[in-house]
């Protein structure tokens, strides 16, 4: 700022209008020297210390009579523009109303229909289990004409082979047979040639005693296996040929019954006999005839 001075034009004197003297400058200039060099010092500790702090501006009022010219004010930063609005909320959708319910004939169709549907499915399983039971009963049915069609395969093949068996037994009786017939033949001509009315204990002793029938058909009868029955009580004779000592070597039906099971029946009974009875002289014909009854 200029300094001011006051002059009075009736009391000018020679000294006012002198020119001043050199020791008059000294101590604003050197006031001057130590503002500016405080004024330096503490912008630059201003600025290391806190960039952000705003500068200080220091005003200093210089009276001297040279113009001096004042610092320029610090320029001030723009202030922060203003933070934007926040956003609005979206206002929330309505709910769309509620769909209309069915109307009565909607309702009434689709119970007509479920029934229907119920119904088809009703009969559909009673379909099912029909067939189900009818391929069960053909697969039992199946199954029962294979097992007969088996069992009376097994059976042909038992009578096959008991026929064959019997067969072969009735040729190796036969073979006996003819065996004890040469050999009576052989021992009638060693000695035992006498007539009917020879008194030779060798002719005497060829033929059992009148009761041994009797005691060989009570051997055979306990035997004897018959569940059927047999008009007429038919009478079968077997021909039964045995070792010396009792032991049954054949038998052969020389007379049926009539009655094939029967016939059967008294054959199995003699094989199961094994052996018969030794008559009263202790020897056991070599070969006999045996006639049996069902209901003797």
């Known amino acids: 700022m200029p300094s001011t001075s006051t002059f009075s034009h009736s009391t000018l004197d020679r000294s006012s209008l002198a020119p001043p003297r050199a020791d008059r400058w000294g101590p604003p200039v050197a006031k001057a020297v130590v503002v500016h060099g405080l004024l330096i010092l503490a912008l630059t500790w201003g600025v290391q210390w806190n960039k952000d702090v705003e500068l200080a501006t220091v005003e200093a009022e210089l009276w001297s009579r040279v113009p001096q010219q004042a610092a320029p004010r610090a320029v001030e930063p723009p202030p922060p523009p203003p933070a934007p609005p926040a956003p609005q909320p979206r206002p929330e959708p309505r709910p769309a109303p509620p769909p209309p ?43 029962a004409e294979k097992k007969a069609a088996a069992e009376k395969e097994r059976q042909q093949k038992l009578a096959e082979d008991r026929k064959r068996a019997e067969a072969e037994k009735r040729e190796a009786q036969l073979k006996e047979q003819l ?61 039964v040929r045995t070792a010396p000592d009792g032991t049954i070597t054949g038998s052969r039906l020389i007379k049926s019954s009539g009655n094939a099971a029967w016939d059967e ?19 056991v014909p070599p070969s006999l005839v045996i006639g049996l009854r069902p209901l003797d």
């Open 265 to 283: 029946a008294v054959l199995r009974a003699i094989d199961r006999t094994g052996s018969l009875p030794r008559d009263t002289d202790g020897r």
């Open 101 to 143: 319910g069915p109307t009565e004939a909607e309702i009434a169709t689709a119970k007509a229909r479920e029934k229907a549907e119920a119904d088809k499915r009703e009969a559909e399983r009673r379909a099912a289990e029909k067939r189900e039971a009818e391929r069960k009963a053909a697969a039992e049915k199946a199954a």
């Open 179 to 239: 065996r004890q017939d040469q050999l009576r033949r052989m021992m009638g001509q060693a000695g035992a040639t006498g007539g009917p009315q020879s008194t030779g204990t060798a002719q005497q002793s060829s033929g059992p005693t009148p009761g041994y029938g009797a005691k060989v058909a009570a051997r055979i009868k306990p035997n004897v296996v018959f569940t059927e029955t047999a008009p007429g009580n038919p009478r079968a004779e077997v021909e």
